[in-house]
């Protein structure tokens, strides 16, 4: 028994769990630009009380997922794109099997060759890959052009990203990230432009306007882990 125990160890993936409590104006919330949100590697709850909204954020990073699900090239899109471009993706791609190797080499690719830039340029995937330039709307339009190659469902996610101000002080940032649908119901988010995925991060509605939402910053009550089986 104690064999098989040991055997089930390294067989099945460690998890980290990340928890954090945040706590914020309730003006902020009545602009109604927040909503409770779970997928399969984040979750999202609000709380209200008449002055402050408290959010619990419990988060694992997409690459501790089990992605052992295959994917393989769309030819007609293929077909579609200029040299240059399909070359790029055929080499990404090359023999991969398995969504968990193309993420292998996507993630390095968009370390590697795109730059983090808010320069006012083009956020299509081509434009990025040409400029090998993008904001965060760039990274998640070319992480999402790779995916839909391999025949992979995925859709742009609006939100916050939480910076460090000083102490507990977080500063929410505007953010896109992806959210990548698989067979059986699978959801879960992945942000291109950091190759990984946390607690950091406050989903909003798709439909909000980032423009009118006045800055506010969020109070970081509490942050734990913890690894699961």
């Known amino acids: 028994m104690k064999i098989l125990i040991l055997l089930l160890f390294f067989i099945i993936p460690l998890r980290e769990v990340e928890s954090i409590k945040l706590s914020f104006p309730v003006q902020v919330h009545r602009q109604d630009i927040f909503l409770n949100y779970a997928n399969d590697n984040f979750s999202q709850k609000l709380y209200m009380n008449e002055n402050r909204i ?26 579609k794109l200029n040299p240059e471009i399909k070359e790029i993706v055929l080499n990404l791609f ?35 890959l040409i400029n090998r330039k993008a904001n965060c709307v760039g990274f998640s339009n ?34 896109k990230w992806v959210e990548i649908h698989l067979s059986k119901g699978i959801r879960f988010f992945y942000d291109p432009q950091r190759q990984k995925f ?20 969020v109070l970081l009550i509490k942050k734990s882990k913890e690894v699961l089986n």
């Open 54 to 79: 408290t959010v619990d954020i419990k988060s694992v990073n997409f690459v501790h997922l089990n992605l052992n699900f295959r994917v393989s090239l769309d030819k007609k899109k293929l077909e």
């Open 142 to 175: 070319l992480a999402g052009f790779f995916l839909d190659c391999a025949g992979v469902k995925n859709r742009l996610v609006k939100g916050f990203y939480l910076m460090k101000e000083k102490g507990r002080v977080l500063v929410p940032v505007p953010h």
């Open 198 to 217: 946390s607690a950091n991060y406050i989903v909003t509605r798709d439909d909000v306007d980032f423009k009118k939402i006045r800055k506010f910053k």
């Open 94 to 128: 090359d023999n991969s099997i398995t969504l968990d190797h193309y993420f292998k080499k996507i993630s390095p690719f968009l370390e590697k060759n795109i730059k983090y830039s808010e320069e006012g340029l083009p956020q299509d995937e081509i434009s990025v």
